[in-house]
């Protein structure tokens, strides 16, 4: 099946810097790619998808990358701020349609420092 | 769109009693549903998949005697967890396909604890 690594695990940064959060996958037939943003005792809100036929994606601050060759993705948050502080999940679907779950890296704790 | 309503949002109860977990989908059908368990501090770990109408589909390592989903209606999914115990103590959130883009829409999560 598929599986999914997700680095760093805890991540600090001061207001305004970026912050970068890598995954990879191991299942080359997966094309969905979402990020997942998750506050303390909430379920995860969707931020940013990209899909296997793109290589990236931005919207304001944040922006996704794809490389299908060496199977990893990458969340991109600019100029962040306070409100950015939380666990960020990467995910892969590994096949095609909605009728597969997700599987979830471990998660990155991010921390945005005033 | 696309809202699924997941309750309670938080439950507490004594060993040995059942536990049940509602998702309903608002505005759309879901014929399909993932069961997601979520430890502190931890990944979102698929339990398993309910399909309307058939039987769910377990992960390997979950006890589906244990963990009862029913699916019997395209608006509704449910997870029993049956004869709890202190380590079924967990985040469990359920997700749906989102039917107007590819795509899933997530509940708000339940925060079972077992005393």
């Known amino acids: 099946g598929e599986n999914v690594e997700q680095h760093p695990s805890t991540l600090s940064v001061q207001e305004g810097d970026s912050a970068v959060i890598k995954c990879t996958y191991s299942?080359?037939?997966?094309?969905?790619f979402p990020w997942y943003k998750q506050e303390l005792g909430k379920g995860p809100q969707l931020i940013i998808d990209?899909?296997?036929?793109?290589g990236e994606k931005k919207d304001q601050r944040i922006a996704v990358t794809l490389n299908k060759t060496a199977k990893h993705f990458s969340l991109h948050i600019t100029e962040t701020q306070p409100e950015d502080s939380a666990v960020y999940f990467c995910a892969a679907r590994h096949s095609g349609g909605g009728a597969d779950g997700l599987t979830f890296g471990k998660g990155t704790h991010l921390i945005i420092q005033p | 769109g696309a809202v699924v309503s997941q309750h309670p949002s938080r439950v507490i109860c004594k060993s040995g009693t059942s536990v049940k977990i509602e998702c309903r989908s608002l505005d759309f059908q879901a014929t399909t549903m993932f069961w997601y368990r979520q430890f502190p501090k931890k990944s979102l770990m698929l339990m398993a998949t309910?399909?309307?109408?058939?039987?769910?589909?377990?992960e390997q390592g979950v006890e589906k005697d244990k963990f009862l989903i029913n699916h019997a209606s395209l608006t509704l999914s449910t997870l029993t967890v049956t004869s709890a115990h202190p380590e079924d103590s967990s985040f469990y959130i359920c997700?749906?396909?989102?039917?107007?883009?590819?795509?899933?829409?997530f509940g708000s999560g339940t925060r079972l604890t077992v005393v």
């Open positions: 309910s399909n309307e109408g058939s039987k769910a589909t377990y």
């Open positions: 299942d080359s037939a997966s094309n969905y």
């Open positions: 990209i899909r296997s036929n793109v």
């Open positions: 997700s749906a396909p989102n039917p107007y883009e590819d795509g899933y829409t």
